[in-house]
């Protein structure tokens, strides 16, 4: 069982950073894939950014160029750094865990954490 904690969201204006952080309670977490998801009211949950086991990384077009995904192994950590954002940006920021690649898919995923709120002011 994975537990994945969601932390750094917060009401930012436009062009402001931000950075998410997912906290991971796996064994093994060099293992996981890990990736980031967004979901907006409305809408369906979408990729951000993913990241294998080996930290090969994808990203989004909406977000190419601004976002950065990275993982810390020792501290069983993934991390999305999101520059320059903008209100199109506001939604609730998932990470989830899946073993070794990643997937553009959220139901490829086995664990989810809570979510953490990113609002993006004009």
């Known amino acids: 069982q994975v537990q994945l904690v969601e932390s750094g969201g917060g009401l930012v204006q436009a062009g402001d950073s931000l950075r998410l952080s997912c906290a991971a309670s796996?064994?093994?977490?060099?293992?996981?894939?890990m990736a980031w998801f967004r979901q907006a009211p409305g809408k369906e949950r979408e990729i951000v950014a993913a990241?294998?086991?080996?930290?090969?990384?994808y990203y989004a077009d909406s977000v190419k160029g601004r976002f950065t995904i990275s993982r810390d192994n020792a501290k069983n950590t993934v991390y999305l750094q999101m520059n320059s954002l903008k209100p199109e940006d506001t939604a609730i920021y998932h990470c989830?865990?899946?073993?070794?690649?990643?997937?553009?898919?959220?139901?490829?995923?086995?664990?989810w954490g809570q979510g953490t709120q990113v609002t993006v002011s004009s």
């Open positions: 990241i294998s086991w080996r930290s090969s990384t």
């Open positions: 989830g865990a899946r073993s070794l690649t990643y997937s553009t898919e959220a139901r490829a995923y086995n664990y």
């Open positions: 796996a064994r093994a977490f060099g293992n996981y894939a």
